[in-house]
């Protein structure tokens, strides 16, 4: 693009940034399928090895079409630089072992994904990291009492992953600030579409791009964005430890990029109209979304987010046996571990992916036994609605 990435609008953007053309002319960005790179002559080489050129090396370090995904979404989130790897978890546990150290502490929302979970309590500590977590619900001056001495970072995710939870992510950032910590947001529910983390303070933003930024259930990916200073930390780790996103995955989500504001209006526009829906089906005993107003932080999404995002949760009265019974119940909807499709997906987090967490674990996340997470896809809503009130018909 001849102007200034920050001229045009962040759709545009996603549809626009480019890798330079090669001398074929083509339209759409080639795959870059490479394991490593050449160069003209030995005095080439060399200074590429000593950072005194940014040219290619290696794709474990750098490759054109990891670099072009990771120049989208530096651009849809108002990031300095970004890395990518090979799933949202390398992404997280990335930003994690980069930065924090032996002796450091983590301040953790306490409902985060259960993988997230168990890097933090079963793997952090093999290296002298401890962690500490607080709830939604806490004031802030809480919170900040949390905070000690070798506080390094902050993690958070919202809305959390399945409970929908929402964080004040300004206030977090007041108290980071004040406290000179990280605050490290995972915005893989929300996408950059419907809110942008570090535009309310953050100072990194890890994705799952295996999510809606994929949006067709085809390739893991993960990605982190933020300040320049971390992100060199990060790329450092990662340059080393070997968690790079494959060309061919970055190739299909950059592409997917292009769609990404169009299938967010979508998936939060079904997905509002299914939680309303919903809202009083006799079956039920919860439905929780983020735009609803009877979502507890219903205020605070509408302040920080532009849409409720295509996740809906809710309650099923009989609790575990219903649940198996509802999800047997389907004909539409996909049983898959994944969400952010174009297909409609349901699942039961008390037995799939938080079915490691010990019971009290899972009671001090908000997954209860009768919890059903629906992602909603990308079709007709009235169809999407009718199997879900005929499953829960037949497993009452």
């Known amino acids: 693009m ?4 920050h001229q045009y609008q962040p759709d545009t953007n996603a549809v626009r940034i480019q890798i330079p053309r090669t001398d074929q002319m083509e339209h759409a960005s080639p795959m870059f399928l490479t394991s490593s790179f050449c160069f003209d002559n030995a005095e080439e080489m060399r200074a590429t090895f000593a950072d005194e050129t940014d040219f290619n090396i290696y794709s474990r370090f750098s490759n054109p079409n990891v670099d072009e995904f990771v120049q989208k979404m530096c651009a849809l989130e108002g990031g300095e630089a970004g890395y990518a790897t090979a799933s949202g978890m390398s992404a997280i546990f990335a930003s994690f072992m980069a930065l924090l150290k032996a002796g ?5 929302a306490r409902s985060i994904f259960g993988s997230t979970h168990t890097v933090i309590t079963k793997f952090l500590p093999k290296w002298g990291i401890t962690t500490s977590y607080f709830d939604i619900t806490d004031d802030p ?8 001495p070798n506080t390094r970072m902050i993690f958070l995710e919202t809305p959390s992953n399945p409970g929908l939870e929402i964080i004040d992510i300004e206030m977090l950032s007041r108290i980071a600030k004040e406290h000179k910590v990280i605050l490290n947001v995972d915005n893989a529910f929300a996408t950059p579409v419907l809110q942008k983390p570090l535009a309310h303070g953050a100072d990194l933003v890890t994705h799952s791009a295996t999510k809606w930024i994929d949006g067709q259930g085809r390739v893991l990916g993960g990605v982190v964005v933020g300040k ?8 450092t780790f990662c340059r080393s430890t070997g968690p790079s996103m494959s060309p ?13 504001f169009v299938r967010m209006e979508r998936h939060s526009d079904s997905a509002l109209k299914l939680a ?6 006799p079956h039920l005993s919860l439905v929780k979304y983020p735009f609803l107003p009877s979502h507890p932080q219903y205020a605070i999404a509408q302040k920080q987010m532009s849409g409720g995002g295509g996740i809906v949760c809710f309650e ?3 609790g575990l046996q219903q649940g198996v019974r509802f999800l047997d119940a389907l004909q539409l909807l996909s049983l898959t571990a994944n969400l952010g499709d174009s297909r409609s997906i349901a699942s039961h987090p008390a037995s799939t992916t938080h079915a490691k967490l010990s019971e009290e674990e899972r009671a001090i996340a908000g997954i209860t036994p009768g919890l059903i997470r629906i992602s ?11 199997d879900i009130e005929q499953a829960l018909e037949k497993s009452k």
């Open 2 to 5: 001849n102007k200034d990435r």
């Open 104 to 108: 450091d502490h983590l301040l953790s």
């Open 141 to 148: 001056a809480s919170i900040a009492a949390m905070i000690k």
């Open 228 to 235: 320049k200073e971390l992100i060199k930390e990060i790329y």
């Open 248 to 260: 061919f995955n970055a190739w299909v989500l950059s592409k997917s990029l292009e769609t990404l």
């Open 276 to 281: 309303k829906a919903l809202e009083n089906n």
């Open 316 to 318: 099923l009265k009989g």
């Open 376 to 386: 909603v896809g990308l079709e007709n809503i009235k169809d999407i609605l009718e």
